[in-house]
């Protein structure tokens, strides 16, 4: 079979090449961004619990409605956080929207406490209240 | 000759000195605003005969031989509010006040049945970790109340956490309470109740519904940290049919700081290692063996009914002796180990009012001396009588948490409601500074005072009873007296408008309580001296310019006349420029203005936009003090305006922020002098926007109802009359 010229052979190749730099860009984007954000209930939800399993709770914290952060500061959040229970899993289970406020069934898996190791993984299922504040979906504690 | 002057003249030194240490007795204070903190002149202060109204700053001196005296606090738009003190022998007591904002006078929603509920203690304390030691375990208390209905024993009360189901799932106190003598199953406390159950009928005479050992944490179940969350309530009838629910608030902290001192790495250890070097005991051997002490194994505690070992000091005793000096003797000392600086535990009427923990409690040394001089901990606490007069004290021998109203003029509420019920537990005393706190009171009054509305549980009461709060209490006059005399007591229930200006309509209205339940058949307003109105309400237009302080007085059917209270108007001269207030239909912004021009423009012109709300304050141009600048900045992305007083702000905001806020120039002519009437400037917290206000009603109502929007940002100027 001959050889095909070398432009010919930059000619097939241009379009493998730039869906190839596209995959990269795209991934690399999606490594960079971390968390959904907030436009959507299912976006919160995920940004919430995702950063709480990392122990990342700034970023949890960044989920709340105004009402929660101005009684509780971040750094008060944060500091009692991480004494309590550390998220392992979660997995929504189900959200309905109703205008402006959301409510979202989800099962939630604990690791075991510190001091009682051993002992298994605590699943427990939880409601979450979600209020649409400036176009954006933060999870409602009062 | 010479020596005789020198004795004449030693003897008048000392006859001065005696005269001026007699006039040095008194009583001398200040009276501030409780939501601002601002000064309030013209507040009567009266011991029952003398009485002295506050200056300028909001201070006050009454002369008062030496004894004991209850004394009143009025001011017009302000709540009548009780002290007692003592004045010793040679030397002057000090008295200082936090008035609260007269009752919002509204209409209540109709509900059949009424229930009110509360925590006993307003914060109980619990651990993240019971690893190595236990001091508390997870133990919350809620009581409640019915009313409007059947008996109590017809009803039954449950309640439940929405969002705290599962406290295994962030404390590992079930994991080590067998260690601690408690054979527990998950999620349930010491007494047997768990995170949802039925409230127990505890006194069928008073009532009183109770769920006690309620073992929640301070973190929801999806690990939100939530030390005020809330227990829903659920009432029903003999059928089983839901006749009343209710939220309240159940608080609950772990924050003890015993890493301030303890180390960061592990404070519990640190602890045990101490007390086993202390005591020889062998504390952190038997914890990382797993199995942990209680402290109440060895020290007596009454929080835990446990008594100790013989010879083993109370843990009371033992803690604070033990921390003696180590934390200074004021709330942040005390917040070192209690809950503490993120769970401000503290914020009832009376930490609003600048008490601490000392002024009640005492200090640390206090704390620990006291059990030496006989003082058993939690159960001989802080008595309300310490301050309070003898109409609002507990009931004798029995602590605040447990007593009941006993002088109230309708003799079927007394010995059934508790004082809890309408004012909430201890260091949570209603009107808290914690919007969480709220939930009852928003519930059935709309706002976060006391419960003081008759119509919650008297539907349909006419509106002269149901505001009448301070009714309940027989005996709170401004001669003081105990609840067994016949006492006759008159009220200013309101002095409208607060400074009006010359020839506009001044209403009065007033009302009497009467400890025997006679009917008033005499009321006198004086104007100073001079009489102006012998009804309960009573309107007038012919105040002059200056200050009028005016007197109510009331008559019974016996003859008594109840002693005087007063209220401070100061009616401003007739000169005076109207201020604007426009309200943005689009955003909700706000606009003032002065310049009649610029309000004739914005009516015909812009209308459809900027909706005109009428006058907001009148400014008395004669007074020269009203001739300080007031600038105004219109915000450069929002569209909304920021007024100043203040020059170093002003130069501020141009010099920084010129690009955020456009500078507008003078607006009009203000006073900085705190002498005047305060107009108040409030800050959107969620948009950035600014409101003021010159109406201490509506000042009042936005910082008891809308705090979670509107921050308090003091006194933005004053107006002078």
């Known amino acids: ?142 | 000759m010479k020596r005789a002057l020198l004795t004449a003249l030693f003897a008048t030194v000392l006859c001065l000195a005696f005269a001026q240490s007699a006039l040095a007795v008194g009583i001398t204070g200040t009276v501030k605003d409780i939501n601002t903190g601002a000064p309030i002149p013209g507040a009567a202060v009266i011991d029952g005969g003398a009485s002295a109204v506050t200056d300028a700053s909001g201070a006050y001196t009454l002369a008062a031989a030496p004894g004991d005296y209850t004394l009143s606090a009025a001011k017009a738009g302000y709540l009548t509010t009780y002290q007692i003190c003592t004045v010793s022998a040679g030397s002057s007591a000090r008295v200082d006040w936090f008035l609260t904002t007269a009752y919002p006078a509204k209409p209540v929603p109709a509900k059949k049945i009424t229930v009110l509920a509360w925590n006993d203690l307003g914060m109980h304390c619990d651990q993240d970790s019971y690893k190595y030691f236990m001091v508390l375990p997870p133990f919350n208390t809620l009581h409640a109340q019915v009313f409007g209905g059947e008996d109590a024993a017809k009803y039954t009360i449950s309640y439940s956490f929405a969002k705290k189901q599962d406290s295994t799932l962030h404390t590992d106190f079930w994991t080590y309470a067998s260690s601690f003598g408690y054979n527990l199953p998950k999620n349930v406390g010491l007494t047997g109740n768990g995170l949802s159950g039925q409230m127990k009928l505890e006194n069928a005479q008073t009532g009183l519904f109770t769920a006690s050992g309620i073992p929640v944490t301070p973190y929801d179940d999806d690990g939100t940290w939530d030390p005020y969350g809330q227990a829903t309530l659920v009432v029903k009838d003999v059928a089983g049919t839901v006749v009343a629910t209710t939220n309240v608030v159940v608080p609950v902290s772990t924050e003890m700081s015993c890493s301030n001192c303890h180390g960061t790495a592990n404070p519990a250890v640190d602890i045990l290692t101490k007390h086993d070097a202390s005591n020889g005991t062998s504390l952190l051997a038997d914890a990382n063996a797993g199995h942990p002490h209680s402290c109440s194994e060895c020290h007596s505690d009454n929080a835990l009914a446990a008594p100790g070992k013989a010879g083993v000091e109370s843990l009371s005793y033992a803690m604070h002796k033990r921390h003696d000096g180590k934390v200074s003797s004021d709330t942040d000392g005390c917040y070192t180990c209690h809950p503490g600086p993120k769970t401000e535990c503290m914020r009832g009427i009376m930490a609003r009012a600048g008490k601490g923990c000392v002024d009640c409690h005492g200090t640390t040394t206090t704390l620990w001396t006291s059990v030496d001089a006989g003082r058993k901990p939690w159960l001989d606490e802080p008595k309300c009588s310490q301050c309070h007069d003898a109409a609002h004290g507990e009931n004798a021998g029995t602590l605040y948490r447990n007593s009941v109203l006993k002088n109230s003029v309708a003799g079927d509420m007394n010995g059934k409601i508790y004082c809890e019920a309408c004012h909430n537990g201890t260091h949570a005393e209603y009107a808290t500074n914690n919007p969480a706190d709220a939930v009852i009171t928003q519930t059935y009054q709309g706002d976060n005072y006391w419960i003081y509305n008759c119509q919650i549980c008297h539907k349909g009461s006419d509106s002269e009873t149901a505001f009448s709060g301070q009714a309940m209490h027989r005996g709170a006059t401004a001669g003081g007296g105990g609840t067994e005399s016949h006492t006759v007591a008159g009220f200013i229930d309101s002095a409208t408008p607060n400074h009006p200006a010359v020839g506009q309509p001044v209403s009065f209205s007033g009302h009497a309580t009467d400890s025997l339940g006679h009917s008033a058949i005499g009321y006198q307003w004086l104007d100073g001296a001079t009489p102006i109105s012998t009804a309960a309400s009573f309107s007038t237009t012919s105040l002059t310019a200056g200050v009028h302080t005016i007197h109510f007085r009331v008559q019974c059917s016996s003859g008594i006349w109840s002693p005087d209270v007063i209220a401070s108007i100061t009616v401003a001269s007739s000169q005076v420029g109207n201020v604007y207030r426009f309200r943005n239909l689009k955003n909700g912004y706000y606009l003032w203005t002065a310049d009649e021009n610029e309000k004739t423009a914005i009516i015909n012109t812009l209308s459809s936009t900027w909706n005109y709300e009428g006058v907001a304050y009148r400014i008395n141009t004669a007074n020269p003090l009203n001739s300080s600048p007031l600038w105004r900045f219109r915000s450069v992305l929002g569209g909304f305006y920021l007024f100043s007083a203040d020059a170093s702000e002003k130069s501020t905001i141009i010099a920084t922020l010129s690009r955020t806020w456009a500078y507008e120039g003078f607006a009009y002519s203000v006073s900085t002098d705190p002498s005047g009437f305060p107009v108040w400037r409030f800050r959107n917290k969620l948009d950035g926007t600014y409101l003021l206000s010159a109406d201490p009603a509506e000042k009042d109502n936005i910082a008891a109802t809308l705090q979670g929007t509107w921050e308090l940002e003091g006194p933005a100027f004053y107006l002078a009359p």
């Open chain 1, 1 to 142: 079979m001959p050889a095909l010229p070398r432009e010919k052979v930059w000619q097939v190749r241009k379009p493998i090449m730039l869906v190839v730099l596209l995959v990269a860009v795209l991934a690399l984007s999606a490594c960079t961004r971390t968390y959904p954000g907030f436009g959507s209930p299912a976006a919160t939800l995920k940004t919430y619990f995702m950063s709480s399993q990392k122990a990342d709770y700034s970023a949890t914290w960044s989920c709340y409605s105004r009402q929660y952060q101005a009684a509780v500061p971040e750094g008060d959040f944060a500091s009692h956080r991480k004494r309590a229970g550390a998220l392992k899993g979660y997995h929504v289970e189900s959200v309905s929207v109703n205008g402006d406020s959301a409510a979202a069934l989800v099962s939630l898996t604990f690791a075991p406490i510190a001091g009682a190791a051993g002992s298994p993984p605590t699943v427990t299922k939880v409601r979450e209240n979600l209020v649409r504040e400036s176009g954006s979906w933060k999870i409602k504690v009062w």
